[in-house]
């Protein structure tokens, strides 16, 4: 048995509805990798305990496997997550699934890029989940503060990006580049605590002071 089997018997089971979810996410869809998958889920829905928000955005919804966590997360059905997806051809597969799940109701999907739809939300955020495209980082980073209260919290997933980060190597990607960036952007802001998690491609967890 190796070491993530040892962690999926050792922790919650995943709920049978999210099983569903992820396998249908890679048996119908191109970057099945992407799905946050049972480990990661089952931590997004215990810092949604922790944290207690009342408000969730989350910029990249792909299957909607984190944004059913988060919703499972949330205290009751007076909170809600919003969620914003780029491509709308994942859209039917996303609102099925949705559909099928006993918190899909707590969840807005939004189809558009996150850059355009965040500003008309009308809403100040408890908790922002950042996990769309990795050029663009930064810029979701400036985008969001605004809407998150403070006192609020931002996860950034995919923040070690396969250890590229720190191999040794310089890589000229965009992703990568975009990671780097951000990671030194949040380093240095004095207005938040932060402290990256070595759990699965890396997450940021950010607390905004001020
Ligand atoms: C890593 S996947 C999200 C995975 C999902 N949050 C999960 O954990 O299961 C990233 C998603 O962000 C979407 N995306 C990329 N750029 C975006 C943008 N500007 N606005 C909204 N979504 C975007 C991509 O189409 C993709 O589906």
């Not at 990795?134 to 919290?153: C, E, I």
Request: aromatic share 8%; net charge negative.
């Amino acid at each position: 048995m190796d070491l993530e089997d040892y962690i999926l018997n050792h922790i919650d089971a995943e709920p049978e509805n999210l099983y569903r979810l992820d396998r249908d996410t890679h048996l119908q869809l191109l970057y099945s990798r992407m799905c946050s998958g049972h480990l990661q889920g089952r931590l997004l829905k215990m810092l949604v305990r922790m944290i207690n928000p009342k408000m969730v955005l989350e910029l990249g919804t792909y299957s909607a496997y984190s944004a059913l966590c988060l919703a499972e997360g949330l205290t009751d059905d007076s909170c809600h997550v919003h969620t914003i997806e780029i491509e709308d051809e994942l859209e039917d597969f996303i609102r099925e699934h949705l559909a099928q799940s006993l918190f899909g109701h707590r969840v807005t999907l939004h189809i558009g890029d996150a850059a355009d739809i965040v500003p008309t939300l009308g809403e100040t955020f408890d908790l922002i989940y950042i996990d769309a495209n990795k050029r663009d980082y930064v810029a979701y980073y400036h985008l969001v503060m605004p809407y998150l209260r403070q006192g609020g919290f931002i996860i950034a997933d995919n923040t070690l990006w396969d250890g590229k980060v720190a191999d040794g190597i310089e890589h000229h990607d965009a992703q990568t580049q975009g990671i780097l960036a951000f990671n030194d952007l949040v380093a240095s802001d004095p207005r938040v605590e932060k402290v990256i998690l070595p759990l699965r491609d890396g997450l940021t967890l950010i607390h905004k002071l001020t």
